[in-house]
DNA sequence: ATGTCC
């Protein structure tokens, strides 16, 4: 397999059986995964390969080995010439995302009860394994209430405000979401943790507004430089980790049934208008739904802790998933083509004047919110025009080192003390949790949005410095 | 990512 440099964040990999389309990977020479160790490139031209693909198997700049697709990968199948969806397009953690709000105080204001806010937030987050979570619910009624409304739901019983809504992916809820769908055991598991961050790379983050490179854009979006702003990164945790199994699991058996060889079997998918596909969408849609009340419930939480030790307030900026599969509509071959648009460690980019925008974005464009590695920068960056891969960019940093491997070469102790030296308060859950997440196991966060930018992906709007983090 | 293998 050859990779071919088109432009300098542009590189190929060239059709060859069984791929339908080529591989396109937006990367620099220095984030390019390594051909001869790396099996992240194979699975971009092993994702190529499914049915219905059309123009070509993407990859982000962060991009990493995930399971069948590669984390940074973007897929998109054509629904009417029978286009496949795939869970492991979508990955584990169904609409994981990040959700910015940003606080009407600065920096300086903030210092003095720095602690004590950590202190608040550190009490007032539940994360980490097995442990409990802000909402309790009265029965799978209301799980299903949850799975049908997502934020809207959670905003409608009292935690948060319309205003909230209008700045959400989808206005808070996917449409599609069947809880039918969902299996006993992914309620089961998801019963008790409804508003809580879960583990990983999962973090609430204080975070300043260090540099704004659109002032228009930051505007719109509600952030000046010197700025205090709450980053919230999470996901569905094991309600999405379930479905995800079921359903894998149901399409694994149906292939044969279609026609369909994949050339690796956790690329299990079905046609997207088949009892299967169709099943699976909504069982995802469900997930996506839970993944965005978690957030919200998460926010809520955060606000009433700033509201206690600062008196200020937190407005949602936005909330976007990157780990989605969506039915969009998107120019092909000078057609227009309803798609099944994957995006696994990959986030929406809709540029100014995209439809799908609130009144108060359409004319600058979609908050793009790109957290990176533990102790440096997060972004904010927005779509542009014309962008190739279906209007998607990076999602984070991208792993270069296991969570095993990370874990060899510092404790989680001594990782603390640095990011405290650096200014950085740090409230953990668990130290091989926080040594698992050492910046030195991930890729350069500016060298990513430096690649995304320059391949024309989206566009820079603001950067964000760490001032604290609560760890999953 | 994940009751890190029902």
Redesign the pocket.
């Given at each position: 397999m050859d990779l071919v440099e088109e432009t300098p964040y542009r590189f190929r990999i060239d059709r060859h059986d069984p791929m339908r389309v080529p591989g396109v990977v937006f990367a620099s020479r220095d984030l390019m995964p390594d051909l001869g160790t790396d099996k992240s490139l194979a699975q971009v031209a092993n994702v190529a390969a499914l049915p219905g693909i059309v123009a070509a198997s993407y990859a982000m700049p962060d991009l990493h080995w995930g399971?069948g697709f590669p984390i940074g990968g973007v897929a998109a199948t054509d629904v009417a010439a029978d286009g496949v969806v795939s869970p492991g397009g979508v990955g584990?953690?169904i609409s994981?995302g990040v959700r910015l709000l940003a606080a009407d105080l600065d920096l300086a204001g903030l210092r003095p009860v720095l602690d004590p806010l950590m202190d608040g937030l550190d009490v007032a987050i539940p994360r980490g394994?097995?442990k409990g979570a802000v909402w309790q619910l009265t029965g799978r009624a209301q799980l299903d209430e949850v799975l049908r409304g997502g934020s809207r739901y959670a905003v409608e019983q009292g935690h948060g405000v319309e205003r909230d809504l209008h700045r959400c992916e989808d206005y808070g809820a996917v449409s599609e979401a069947d809880p039918g769908q969902v299996s006993g055991?992914a309620v089961?598991?998801g019963q008790g943790?409804v508003g809580s961050l879960?583990?990983?790379?999962?973090f609430l983050e204080v975070q300043a507004v260090d540099q704004v490179y659109d002032e228009r854009a930051a505007t719109a979006f509600g952030l000046r430089t010197g700025q205090v702003c709450v980053m919230i990164h999470?996901?569905s945790?094991?309600m999405?980790?379930?479905i995800c199994t079921d359903h894998v699991r149901v399409m694994e058996t149906v292939m044969p049934r279609y026609g369909i060889t994949v050339p690796d079997r956790q690329l299990a998918c079905a046609p997207v208008s088949s009892p299967e596909g169709r099943g699976y969408l909504g069982a995802m849609a469900a997930a996506a739904n839970y993944a965005r009340a978690n957030r919200q419930l998460l926010t809520e939480s955060a606000r009433r802790v700033f509201d206690r030790v600062t008196g200020c307030r937190l407005d949602l900026v936005y909330d976007i998933s990157h780990n989605l599969a969506k039915i969009e509509t998107h120019g092909v071959d000078g057609g227009r083509r309803e798609l099944c648009v994957h995006r696994k460690g990959a986030t929406r980019a809709l540029p100014s004047g995209h439809p799908d925008l609130p009144d108060d974005l359409r004319a600058v464009g979609q908050p793009v919110l790109i957290p990176g590695s533990m102790g440096t920068p997060s972004y904010v960056l927005t779509g542009v025009p014309d962008a190739p891969a279906f209007a998607s960019t990076c999602h984070g940093a991208g792993?270069t080192q296991s969570?095993k491997q990370a874990t060899t070469s510092i404790r989680g102790q001594d990782l603390r003390r640095q990011l405290e030296a650096h200014n950085i308060a740090v409230r953990g859950a668990s130290w091989r949790g926080l040594a698992e997440?050492k910046p030195e196991a991930y890729k350069d966060i500016n060298a990513v949005v430096d690649a995304a930018e320059g391949a024309g992906l989206c566009r820079r709007v603001a950067r964000l410095v760490p001032v604290g983090v609560v760890k999953?």
């Open positions: 399971y584990f953690d994981c394994m097995g055991r089961e598991r943790q879960g583990s990983g790379n999962h999470c996901g945790r094991g999405g980790h379930q792993r969570r997440e999953g």
